[in-house]
Each structure stands twice: as structure tokens, then as C-alpha cells.
């Protein structure tokens, strides 16, 4: 096969063409600043607040609770620091778990240099958060729980609703990152039970470098940066009108066909799943029933997940040994390891993330060349 066969859409994705075509205009043509007075700034503020009303649909949110910002990175670090920071005369506990992406975790950490305290949540074998155990960990002063929605490793859905409802009744701040969920589960506010929420344009079809942060009417976290009155000084800067208008028309696209996608890419993740089981010894699967539908992640056990990911790259596979951020080291992946996997089968964790491009023949091409990889490092493996 010529082309890469492309499944790491947990790490980033494709721009769909609909979404790439309508940005180049706001490019070349209406590039106005929608600061300005004149016409064609007009025009440019005209586009960034339709993409808000957009957004806003689909969050069943007001559009003014809609922020745009520069990645999924930036909307966690908002929400985490900015509300932590505004509200630290309520309380300067913050509750998290122990699968969240780094942007998440790095916050937090952050924050302990600041004053605050912190706790994190553990994980079952299935990789979902332990609800009692969450809760065991609320104290007086705790301001803001934040627990992703899926995670982006094993894709393992996070109970969201009852987390947020939890933390609704003791009057704490919950703040979801969903940036693996959009475009594969809902992204009601409401009926999540969500005080903030984060998404990452990247992971949906959208350009890299933009994001989206969704706080509740009355929340206003302290902003990160120091600038003018864009995004209602919340989010200073000039806005990237293209990316703006990329991120509400890919969100859109995602949500118009998801039930299409759903079902095709839930019966390409159970063929992939079938066939590597059945082609393959030793395979422990990572990813839980309860899962996004295009994620599957599991583990060749004995096998370093990279040199399976050398191979499958010298075949045209793009697969991935973590999350993006933490791929290229050795480190096993914090997410598999809190689900209490030991050692040799945190290394031997590959995670296959498909889209609305993957086909079947990409699959059996992939469980065939996985199989045959497999069988060889297994050959020269000192771990048999
Ligand atoms: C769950 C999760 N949160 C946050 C991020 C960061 O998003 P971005 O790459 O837009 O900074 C990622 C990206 O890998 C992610 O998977």
C-alpha cells in the first residue's frame, strides 16, 4: 500500500476538505481584523461570533460562554488555573485522577507551587475512575474537580454526569476535558452536568492550534494572558478568524454525520479487535466496553509497544505507544499503569485510533501486518 494508513486520530486528524476550503477565504480575502471599525473588520467579527452561535448550538450553551483559544493545551490550563485562581478564597483543594493528559496534571502541579493542595482520583482495571473513591477524596475546601470526559490512551468513557452532579450538590466547580469526547459524544453542558468543558480543533478535523473553552454563565476564570478585551479579556489576543471559523464548521460536520461514523467505525474498532485476538497470542486489551468508538488500545505482552510501531511504520501504519505527548520515550504510559497493568504489559501497549477515513481494507492490511510483526519480535524477544 502507497499511502499511510492512518490510524493515530487520537493524536491529531486529517483537516476534513469542507472545513479546509471554507478557512481559505478568511486568508486571502476577508482577512479584516474583527477589532476594526471599518467593513471588513465587521465582516471578520461577524464570522467569529457565528462560529460562537454555532458552537453554542452544540453545546446547548449561550454563545457568550463560548471562549476560543489557541489548543486543548491552553482551554485545560484556563480552566484549571483560572478558576482555581479566582475563587481561591472559596477553597484551594482541586480533586483530579490519575489519567488525565499532561495539560490537566501539569496544572494541577503547577497550582501546589501556588498554595493549592491536590488529590488524584484512581482508576479501576477498566480504566474508569473510581466514583467512591473520588468522592472519599472531597474536603471543605475543595474548589474544582476536573475529570476528563474519554480518555485519550484506552478511550475508556469517564462518567461525567455523575461526577458533575456530585460536585453540583457540594457547590464545587467541575471542568471536563473533552477533547477525545467531540465527535463521539455528547457535548450537552447540561445534561453533562458541566461547569467548564475543553476541546482541541486537531482532534476532530479542525486545524491544529485551536481550541474551544466552555465555562458556565457567572464563572470567570482569571485569564492567563494579559492583553486586550478579545474574547472578553478572558482570552486576549487577535482572534484567528480562519481557525475560528474551521473549529464551529468541523464540530458541526462531526455532529451532523455521527451517527454514521458511529457505526462504522464501532464495527472497523470490533473487526480489528476480532482479528488481532484471534490472529495473536498474549494480547491484553486495554480499552473497556465503555469506550469512544474509535479507539482501541491494547497490549503485545512482552513486546515493547515501540518496536511494533518501527515496524508498522516501515509498512506505512501510523500507530501510537501513548499519548502523543509522552510517544518518542520509553516512560510506560501513566494512564495504562494506573490501571494497575504491571510492567511488561504497560511497554507492550500499542493504541489504534481510527476516523471517518479509516476503511476495512485498511484494517485487515493493519491485523495482518501486526500479526507478522508480532510473531517476529516475538522470535528474537529475550522475554518468551
Ligand atoms: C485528552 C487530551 N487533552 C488535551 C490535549 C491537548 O490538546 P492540544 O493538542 O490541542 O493542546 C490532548 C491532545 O493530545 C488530549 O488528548
Not at 313 to 329: E, H, K, L, Y
Request: net charge neutral; hydrophobic share 35%; glycine share 8%.
Amino acid at each position: 500500500m502507497e499511502k499511510t494508513i492512518y490510524l493515530d486520530n487520537n493524536a491529531t486528524t486529517r483537516v476534513d476538505d469542507t472545513v479546509a476550503g471554507e478557512m481559505l477565504k478568511y486568508f486571502t480575502e476577508e482577512y479584516g481584523n474583527p477589532s476594526s471599525l471599518y467593513s471588513i473588520g465587521a465582516k471578520a467579527r461577524t464570522v467569529v461570533e457565528d462560529a460562537r452561535k454555532r458552537v453554542a448550538v452544540l453545546l446547548n450553551c449561550e454563545p457568550r460562554d463560548v471562549f476560543f483559544t489557541g489548543s486543548g493545551t491552553e482551554s485545560d490550563n484556563l480552566a484549571i488555573k483560572g478558576v482555581a485562581r479566582r475563587y481561591k478564597n472559596k477553597g484551594t483543594h482541586i480533586i483530579t485522577t490519575a489519567i488525565e493528559h499532561h495539560a490537566v496534571l501539569k496544572s494541577v502541579e503547577q497550582l501546589s507551587k501556588e498554595g493549592f493542595t491536590y488529590d488524584i482520583a484512581r482508576v479501576g482495571e477498566d480504566g474508569i475512575v473510581d466514583i467512591e473513591h473520588l468522592k472519599s477524596l472531597i474536603k471543605p475546601d475543595t474548589i474544582l474537580i476536573s475529570v476528563m470526559y474519554a480518555n485519550n490512551e484506552t478511550g475508556a468513557i469517564q462518567p461525567i454526569e455523575e461526577i458533575g452532579k456530585i460536585a453540583k450538590e457540594r457547590g464545587i466547580y467541575f471542568h471536563t476535558d473533552a477533547v477525545q469526547g467531540a465527535g463521539k459524544l455528547s457535548l450537552n453542558v447540561k445534561e453533562l452536568n458541566v461547569d467548564l468543558l475543553s476541546l482541541s480543533g486537531h482532534k476532530f478535523h479542525a486545524p491544529k492550534g485551536v481550541g474551544i473553552l466552555y465555562k458556565r454563565t457567572g464563572i470567570n476564570p482569571t485569564p492567563l494572558l494579559s492583553g486586550g478585551h478579545q474574547e472578553l479579556a478572558v482570552r486576549p489576543s487577535t482572534e484567528n478568524v480562519p481557525y475560528i471559523a474551521g473549529i464551529a464548521s468541523a464540530l458541526e460536520i462531526a455532529y451532523r454525520d455521527i451517527e454514521v461514523h458511529r457505526e462504522k467505525q464501532s464495527a472497523l474498532k470490533k473487526r480489528l479487535k476480532a482479528g488481532l485476538l484471534k490472529n495473536i497470542d498474549k494480547v491484553v486489551v486495554n480499552t473497556p466496553e465503555k469506550s469512544v468508538f474509535n479507539t482501541l488500545n491494547v497490549s503485545f505482552v512482552g513486546i515493547e509497544g515501540e518496536s511494533i510501531l518501527f515496524t508498522l511504520d516501515s509498512f506505512g501504519i501510523a500507530v501510537s505507544t501513548g499519548s502523543a505527548c509522552t510517544s518518542g520515550s520509553l516512560e510506560p504510559s501513566h494512564v495504562i499503569m494506573a490501571m494497575g497493568r504491571d510492567h511488561t504489559t504497560c511497554h507492550g501497549s500499542v493504541r489504534f485510533s481510527l476516523s471517518k477515513y479509516t476503511t476495512e481494507e485498511e484494517i485487515d492490511y493493519t491485523i495482518e501486518r501486526v500479526r507478522e510483526t508480532v510473531e517476529k519480535i516475538r522470535k528474537i524477544s529475550p522475554y518468551k
